[in-house]
């Protein structure tokens, strides 16, 4: 099926594909989870993936600053989607980026026009999350929204029970489909939330970093914990993901002043120590350098460096198979087989 090409970063097209397909999941149940612990959580995502029968549909986790910058700073992004659908956003979002592009070529213009605009009408719109969401934002500092298919509802809400009965800080209930619609859009708006909110408070903000992450699969410790020196660099930190495969985005708002090229190598270095892996949902792209394991695939994929030079950070220059006559080189030479050297 896609086993050689999903995920690829090069230039490969893929002419025809057969995919599995499965039923979508008639009336799934949504439980919305609050705790003022990690702990819970993860005696939560271990009893659910190990104890049903069927897995659930998603596990998405909230951080409580995440929650009140996506509510305020993605409530245009919510509105949007909840009235017009996702089916115009990518129209919009070209429209939008056209007027920036226009917006930084003109003098006495704010770079962020179409932002501001936007975040100043959002701020006229009506309350757009339901009051027991935001009931559980100012109880608990950890969130999480799991969906179950019907047939295993009951015993989620089974095991919920158990593990939050036996737990402090901590409680849950069902949505309606009302509020469980409400409750995925909101954590899909967090998404764009960082980059609003440092769009918006530019003259405080240096930049925004932003990292996906892995984590291993038994990791207890998955919350971040980040050292003085690195947390006194920040003006917030916004932290959400997919606790059940340990998949975390985590966008780091920079104070102004600050080099932000250097605080992400330092990020970098910590999440070495904790043994993620990263970018764990997008490609290196010429950002990250790749690991030997996936420049060897890269070299399988195209060996003659043809398709993306450089992808991972390996070596621009066209490379040939052993023995060929590749990019000039004299009849009968050697060319280096790629990944060549990388160049300084």
Known sequence: LLRETAGCAGKLAVFAVRVDTFPADVDPKLFYIGSETTETLTTLRRRL???????????????????????????????????????????????????????????????ALTDLVMQGFSRLTPRHLPRRLTAYRDRFEHHLIVQAPRDVAKQTAQILSEVIGDAKGADFFECDAA??????????????????????????VEGVISLDIALRRNDRDWFETLPSEIEDKLVAKIYYGHLFCH?????????KGVDTAALKRDLLALLEQRGAEYPAEHNVGHIYEAKPAL??????????????????????????????????????????????????
């Not at 619609?181 to 899909?188: G, T």
């Not at 998949?247 to 104070?255: A, G, I, N, P, R």
């Open 179 to 204: 509020d469980g619609a409400k409750a995925l859009l909101h954590r899909f708006a967090a998404a764009g939330a960082a980059m609003r909110f440092g769009a918006v408070r530019s003259r405080e």
């Open 247 to 255: 998949v975390f985005h985590q966008d780091y708002v920079v104070k």
């Open 49 to 111: 993936l190990k104890e049903l029968p069927q897995l659930p549909i998603l596990g998405e986790y909230i951080h409580r600053d995440c929650f009140e910058i996506a509510e305020r700073y993605g409530k245009d992004t919510f509105q949007m989607i909840k009235w017009l659908g996702t089916d115009r956003l990518p129209l919009f979002f070209t429209i939008k980026g056209r007027i920036d592009a226009i917006c930084r070529r003109l003098p006495l213009v704010p770079n």
């Open 295 to 344: 420049k060897a695939f890269y070299a399988e994929l195209d060996p003659t460096n043809t398709f993306n030079p450089g992808i991972g950070k390996t070596a621009r220059e066209r490379a040939g198979l052993s023995g060929c006559d590749v990019g000039g080189a004299e009849p009968g030479s050697r060319v280096e087989t790629y990944p060549p050297a990388a160049a300084e």
